[in-house]
T-cell receptor
Framework: GNSVTQMEGPVTLSEEAFLTINCTYTATGYPSLFWYVQYPGEGLQLLLKATKADDKGSNKGFEATYRKETTSFHLEKGSVQVSDSAVYFCALRSSFSGGYNKLIFGAGTRLAVHP | DSGVTQTPKHLITATGQRVTLRCSPRSGDLSVYWYQQSLDQGLQFLIHYYNGEERAKGNILERFSAQQFPDLHSELNLSSLELGDSALYFC?????????????FGPGTRLTVL
């Protein structure tokens, strides 16, 4: 079945450090891939997405590239800020109907950025 | 603000009880999804409704049921509650049934079963 595996947290960084959060997936067909962010006490917000191989999603300085050959969608940011502290979820949406738009999430990675 | 509203924000109840969680989708969205976020299971898809009809089921227990009303709001009913049902329940909405249609999440309802 479809699944998402992401690196365990917490990830603790100093402000302006480089961030990588690893995400790999297992899926049939050609899924769409997403990164969602959850700030404390809030719901999930879509951070970025990619719908086909080699697509790069980007938003707010974050980037992730859809790598079909390694079934990966790693999240990166060149210089993190304290305000980036949150939980980050990698997710996929299957290209096959039957699940329609349902999202399958990874376990989440907590990021803490210190000044 | 995603435009998706959920009530109540917090709910504390006892084992064996029944509760109803309510979700109002973004204006114009026809799809409503329910997800459960718990410490041991993570974020899991429960059920999907589109324009009043159930379209997909995930890991939803038989004690749980949902519906979507003609005004498109949705309710998730949880009965015979157990301690393990304590979790954050999210509702999300999107415009389309399938395809490239972003899901917008509400702030969630935190359920505590004592």
């Amino acid at each position: 079945g479809n699944s998402v595996t992401q690196m365990e947290g917490p990830v603790t960084l100093s402000e302006e450090a480089f961030l990588t959060i690893n995400c790999t997936y297992t899926a049939t067909g050609y899924p769409s891939l997403f990164w969602y962010v959850q700030y404390p006490g809030e719901g999930l917000q879509l951070l970025l997405k990619a719908t086909k191989a080699d697509d790069k999603g980007s938003n707010k300085g974050f980037e992730a590239t859809y790598r079909k050959e390694t079934t990966s969608f790693h999240l990166e940011k060149g210089s993190v800020q304290v305000s980036d502290s949150a939980v980050y979820f990698c997710a996929l949406r299957s290209s096959f109907s039957g699940g329609y738009n349902k999202l399958i999430f990874g376990a989440g990675t907590r990021l803490a950025v210190h000044p | 603000d995603s435009g998706v509203t959920q009530t109540p924000k917090h709910l504390i109840t006892a084992t064996g009880q029944r509760v109803t969680l309510r979700c109002s989708p973004r204006s114009g969205d026809l799809s409503v999804y329910w997800y459960q976020q718990s410490l041991d299971q993570g974020l899991q898809f429960l059920i999907h409704y589109y324009n009043g009809e159930e379209r997909a089921k995930g890991n939803i227990l038989e004690r749980f049921s949902a519906q979507q009303f003609p005004d498109l709001h949705s309710e998730l009913n949880l009965s015979s509650l157990e301690l393990g049902d304590s979790a954050l329940y999210f509702c999300a909405s999107s415009f389309r049934l399938a395809g490239d249609s972003e899901q917008f999440f509400g702030p969630g309802t935190r359920l505590t079963v004592l």
